[in-house]
Nanobody, 126 residues
Framework: QVQLVESGGGVVQAGGSLRLSCAAS?????????VGWFRQAPGKEREFVAA????????DYADSVKGRFTISRDNALNMVFLQMNSLKPQDTAIYSC??????????????????WGQGTQVTVSS
């Protein structure tokens, strides 16, 4: 089991940048998990944003954020990051990180992620 806490959200103008952090505490080290970022806008379903394997060797992105967002991790710090550049108003949502304990496959569906943080709000103004 692992507890996750997101931070780094805020209000930014279109074209701006934010860096989200996902910190782990308690139980197993975050290095034992694949980690994904998901977002949920009001009235919409949770959607996949990006994921990174436990080793950091494999990453995956939603088409809507490719070339703008970068996921990375520092296992020594027990943290995963999401660098978001060229933000658009449609990126506005609550962003959450999830931990997937299966080391052999990295999924992009929320069902694969057993542990979640409480989320951090990102608001992009036009």
């Amino acid at each position: 089991q692992v507890q996750l806490v997101e931070s780094g959200g805020g209000v930014v103008q279109a074209g701006g940048s934010l860096r989200l952090s996902c910190a782990a505490s308690g139980g197993r080290a975050l290095s034992r998990y694949n980690v994904g970022w998901f977002r949920q806008a009001p009235g919409k379903e949770r959607e996949f944003v990006a994921a990174i394997s436990w080793s950091g060797m494999t990453t995956d992105y939603a088409d809507s954020v490719k070339g703008r967002f970068t996921i990375s991790r520092d296992n020594a710090l027990n943290m995963v990051f999401l660098q978001m550049n060229s933000l658009k108003p449609q990126d506005t949502a609550i962003y959450s990180c999830g931990a997937d304990p299966d080391p052999d496959a990295m999924g992009s569906s929320p069902q694969f992620f057993d542990y979640w943080g409480q989320g951090t709000q990102v608001t992009v103004s036009s």
